[in-house]
DNA sequence: CCTAACATGAATAGGACATTCCGCTTCCGG
DNA sequence: CCGGAAGCGGAATGTCCTATTCATGTTAGG
């Protein structure tokens, strides 16, 4: 393969994430190509179909998570730790995509393989996260998941943005260790107020099973 | 007007803003009339095109919104409640529309009003909660309104689903009241923990401005 | 029972998108 | 520096989907 031609199909990648990430799945070949600097016709010259476009950019993404979130799975740090630093990594990653995947039929079995491999890692995480007694334990992994996903491909989200830092301090039980404060931080201190945040309260499970 | 015709006509704004919310802005015009037991022709009948259909749904939508934002803020309780009550208020309705028409240009100029009315509505209670020192004050209200926004919007949202509760959780910051605990819940217990959640930690703004 | 309102849904018109095709341009080994 | 294979561009094509209309049949309600 042609030097140039490797570069180009480099830049129809980067793009396609770009737009897929910014303008949702429906986002035009012709629109990438654009984007990419190039004609439709290459574009139709490195992949046959949007279908093998769709797939190449996605597991090139998971992939990508994947290696991101093992690495960090690795190191000798706590659970809650490894997940902020994955969920931020993913925040600051065009990332709609995972959506538009998940969600979107059209997509090859070994790509949904990936999503689910994806997926069952980071449950992992929150599940030893909870074990360990650094997360909140009233809502179960894929619920978490769900919000984790929800906010890291919002348009316009950041690794270190202040929605993200909401969320994790959301997510982390106001306990935190598990065993800090007894009791909901600070008493209510006008009439009516719920003091937390009413209706499902955090469950009071011990620190370690 | 006849009486089925009334009948009709509020069959048809339900059934729209069911599917703008469950399926988004892009439903076919046949789609929303067979939801409502009906032909296009009718629909038609009732609202001269798609803009009108949509200006209509959204309205009704907004100005309901923006009646239960009103009456909670007129009772005697913290601007918090306020905010908790709304905003799972909001997260019970279909309500993908707010997100449809806020990114949607073809909206009519009454309705933008609307939504700047509203969104400053909440702006106010927000502002005002956390002057109120219950709500964390390292975020501006804008930034809190649309993560507020994200989570309502986000499909198979509920009043009071776990989601809901991590994220008002989130925004109240641990501190609760403003002046409870003086520092981070609790310390730090693991090599490499980050206590909190890293990057922007609380701004240790004063209790009342 | 009569008729003005109303409802219907097939038919029309328009637009958007994926994909193809062929003449032109650019690499790169010798 | 040359030749030709590899690559590229982008107008043209074919298909699908949707908003909107209209001629015809149905119904409320006085």
Redo the contacts with the bound molecule.
């Keep these: 393969?042609?030097?140039?031609?490797r570069?180009?199909r480099e830049r129809i990648i980067a793009s396609a994430l770009d737009l897929f990430a910014s303008h949702g799945p429906?986002?035009?070949?012709?629109?990438i190509?654009q984007a990419a600097?190039?004609?439709?016709?290459?574009?139709?010259?490195?992949f046959?179909?949007?279908?093998a476009l769709v797939t190449d950019v996605a597991n090139s993404a998971l992939t990508g998570l994947r290696e991101h979130a093992l690495t960090q799975a690795a190191e000798d740090i706590p659970r809650w730790e490894v997940l902020v630093r994955v969920v931020r990594h993913c925040a600051g990653q065009p990332f709609a995509l995972i959506t538009s995947l998940t969600g979107t039929p059209p997509a090859t079995p070994g790509t949904q393989k990936l999503v689910g491999e994806v997926n069952a890692l980071l449950a992992d995480i929150v599940a030893q996260a909870q074990e360990e007694g650094t997360m909140r334990r009233d809502i179960t992994p894929e619920q978490i998941l769900g919000l984790v996903n929800v906010m890291v491909c919002r348009p316009g989200a950041q690794p270190d943005d202040p929605l993200t830092t909401v969320m994790l301090d959301g997510l982390r039980s106001c306990r935190a260790a598990g065993e800090g404060a007894p009791g909901p931080a600070a008493a209510a201190r006008h009439p009516g107020d719920s003091g937390s945040c009413a209706v499902p309260a955090l469950a009071p499970a011990d620190a370690d099973a």
Aim: charged share 30%; proline share 4%.
């Design positions: 393969m042609r030097a140039d031609a570069r180009n429906g986002v035009s070949m012709e629109d190509a600097g190039l004609g439709v016709g290459t574009l139709y010259r490195h046959p179909d949007r279908l």
